[in-house]
């Protein structure tokens, strides 16, 4: 699955998560695309009621982070791509990451995360 936290559904970032997307399903992958813009997701209120949820998501804020949780802990592989704002995530894409803490489980057991970032190349 893909995470798609920008405003421009034509924009650079769509374009580039397309070819991303295009190429997972050559590979024969099947790929969603959600988007967090719109959503209106909140920030985590680090109240911590997830800890005490290790089954499920167990993220107590009702919005539109919910259906992404339900589908990130079904997918194989989960993909981000923000815009760059201020050298940084997009405001419509920070929120939803944050909240993806009520995911992380098991920091030293088999829970793994990857993170890569991509840029132009100067010639
Ligand atoms: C609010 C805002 C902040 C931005 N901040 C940066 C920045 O810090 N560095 C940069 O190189 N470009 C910055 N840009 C330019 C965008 O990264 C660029 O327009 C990019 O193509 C936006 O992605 P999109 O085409 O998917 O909408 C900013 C644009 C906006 C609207």
Same mark, same amino acid.
Not at 24 to 47: A, D, P
Not at 84 to 105: A, E, I, N
């Given at each position: 699955?893909?995470?798609?936290?920008?405003?421009?559904?034509?924009?650079?970032?769509?374009?580039?998560?397309?070819?991303?997307?295009?190429?997972?399903?050559?590979?024969?992958?099947?790929v969603?695309?959600?988007?967090?813009?719109?959503?209106?997701?909140?920030? /985590?209120?680090? /109240?911590?009621?997830?800890?005490e949820?290790?089954?499920?998501?167990?993220?107590?804020?009702?919005?539109?982070?919910?259906?992404?949780?339900?589908?990130? +802990?079904?997918?194989?592989? +989960?993909?981000?791509?923000?815009?760059?704002?201020?050298?940084?995530?997009?405001?419509?894409?920070?929120?939803?990451? &944050?909240?993806?803490?009520?995911? +992380?489980? &098991?920091? !030293?057991?088999?829970?793994?995360?990857?993170?890569?970032?991509?840029?132009? !190349?100067?010639?």
């Amino acid at each position: 699955m893909t995470i798609f936290g920008g405003p421009r559904l034509q924009g650079n970032t769509a374009t580039v998560l397309g070819w991303v997307e295009d190429a997972l399903r050559h590979g024969g992958h099947s790929v969603e695309r959600f988007n967090t813009n719109g959503l209106e997701i909140k920030g /985590c209120q680090s /109240c911590f009621a997830c800890a005490e949820s290790m089954d499920e998501p167990g993220c107590v804020a009702q919005d539109g982070a919910q259906a992404i949780f339900q589908a990130m +802990v079904g997918a194989d592989a +989960v993909v981000y791509a923000s815009p760059l704002y201020m050298w940084s995530l997009s405001g419509q894409l920070k929120p939803f990451l &944050d909240r993806t803490h009520c995911l +992380v489980r &098991d920091y !030293r057991g088999r829970t793994t995360s990857r993170s890569s970032t991509g840029s132009r !190349r100067r010639s």
